[in-house]
């Protein structure tokens, strides 16, 4: 029998991830879960966010999932070397992949990163450019506001405008090339940010980034089934299922709500 992949993130935001994936590996059965009663993860506490994304992985390890897709970068920043505890089942964040595109794409080795406070003040992206680029300097940037506007569909407009400028004013004479949207909710503001920071920055999508990783571990055998779509939320499944439709585009098809700690998945 098929193994689905298994996705989390805080909410709604992870859908960027799974939206790739599901490009990607149209043939996957996916199940998504997004932790809509808790989110947002990005201010909360490194302990907070562990506990969070241990009780997100342990729901979705009951659906027999082959590989867990660490979809929020706050979740991926401090909590995957304690998720990995959990099983043997190959486990991906979204920070490796990122600064692995971020190190193929720089020239001048001046790379910019931008995500919530969590994130950020973990410094898991500065740690892992560095790690492949030695002399790459890295130039964080929280964006905290970046999450409820993207939630509240201002992904536009003049608003959205002045407070995108606000953040990436940070860059102004840094003269990046690259600039890494680490966080789930920011490919949706792709179109303000690159115009913003102009042609001379390359963006890097953490979401993106994941498919290519995803890949070599999956054996590509597309027989023509589609895969099938399950998602999980902790609340409220009507706005969930608001955001996702801008997200993907379509209706998310089977959704319901769960309480963490039933036994969902047991026969
Ligand atoms: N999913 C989170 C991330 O990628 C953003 C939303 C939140 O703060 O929970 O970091």
Known sequence: MKKPIGIFDSGVGGLTVYKAIRESFP??????????????YGPKSENTVIEYSVQNSRFLLQAGIKILIVACNTSSAVALDHLKQL??????????????????QTVNQRIGVIGTEGTIRSGAYTRAITEILPGAQVFSQACP???????EG???GSTAKEVVAEYLSFYQGLDIDTLVLGCTHYPLLKG???EMMGEKVTLVDSAEAITGYLGSLLPREYD???GTDRFFVSDN??????????????KPGQLRRVRLFESWFAD
């Open 154 to 156: 201002w992904v536009s």
């Open 192 to 194: 303000l940010i690159g």
């Open 27 to 40: 043939e996957e059965d996916l199940v998504y879960f997004g932790d809509t009663a808790r989110v947002p």
């Open 145 to 151: 506001l970046f999450v409820p506007f993207v939630e």
């Open 237 to 250: 499944e009507a706005k969930f299922a608001q955001i996702a439709e801008r997200i993907l585009g379509r």
């Open 87 to 104: 099983t043997e089942i190959p486990i991906i964040g979204v920070i490796q992949p990122g600064a692995e595109l971020a190190a193929q």
């Open 224 to 226: 023509g089934t589609a």
